[in-house]
């Protein structure tokens, strides 16, 4: 089993509607969760970061953690062209200082 | 304020060579971490530095090593490179503390011919 996986995609949505993106990681004791965006030939992103289980939004972007389901998601909203990108979800791993990376989730938006 | 500052950004090396990649952090940072991307595996960690010292390795062979300087500058060596070392080599710094937020630099793409 991967340590994070997230939903393979390509996602492929209208501008200015929501897009939701899922990452779900094996360690249950995985402790800070995080969402890098990256832009084909660039390196990633940070562009949100989770530790407490709820909701955590910044601006068009809302985090959402689950730990008893193990699964943490981004949910980016009123979709603009400029989001097209892949979206890497990190997990840090208890307290090892390394970050596992799922594969990304590739998203495109049509104008 | 600054940010991740790798150099060089480019690299076409021939197998058998070796390599030796550089990452200044951002200031105030002493944590560094080294990834390599590639399309098949993703991003994979190879190692971090705190304070001179490795806390951590991934799943690489001795042929890749790094080390840490008093500055937190750190770099990354790679010996008797294969064609599948290939890859984009990616830095990241962080303050070190358990949160282990990391801001990436842009990365120093290497080519193996």
């Known amino acids: 089993q991967k340590e994070v996986e997230q939903n393979s995609g390509p996602l492929s949505v209208p501008e200015g509607a929501i897009a939701s993106l899922n990452c779900t990681y094996s360690?249950?004791?995985?402790?800070?969760f995080f969402w890098y965006r990256q832009y084909s030939g660039k390196s990633p992103e940070l562009i949100m970061f989770?530790?407490?289980?709820g909701d955590k939004e910044d601006g068009r972007f809302t985090a959402q953690l689950n730990k008893a389901s193990q699964y943490v998601s981004l949910l980016i909203r009123d979709s603009q062209p400029s989001d097209s990108a892949t979206y890497l979800c990190?997990?840090?791993?208890?307290?090892?200082?390394?970050?596992?990376f799922g594969a990304g989730t590739t998203v495109t938006v049509r104008a | 304020k600054a940010g991740v500052t790798q150099t060089p950004r480019y690299l076409i090396k021939t197998r058998g060579q070796q390599v030796t990649l550089s990452c200044s952090p951002i200031?105030?940072?002493?944590?560094v971490s080294w990834y390599q991307q590639t399309p098949g595996q993703g991003l994979q960690f190879l190692f971090e530095?705190?304070?001179?010292?490795?806390?951590n390795k991934g799943n690489f062979p001795g042929r890749f090593s790094g080390r840490q300087f008093s500055n937190s500058r750190s770099e990354m060596n790679v010996s008797t490179l294969e064609l599948g070392d290939s890859a984009l080599y990616l830095c990241?710094?962080?303050?070190?503390?358990?949160?282990?937020?990391?801001?990436f630099g842009a990365g120093t793409r290497l080519s193996v011919l």
């Open positions: 360690d249950r004791g995985s402790q800070s």
């Open positions: 990241a710094s962080s303050l070190g503390q358990l949160e282990n937020i990391q801001y």
């Open positions: 200031s105030g940072h002493r944590s």
């Open positions: 989770i530790y407490s289980n």
């Open positions: 990190a997990v840090n791993i208890r307290d090892d200082y390394k970050l596992s």
């Open positions: 530095y705190f304070s001179e010292t490795q806390r």
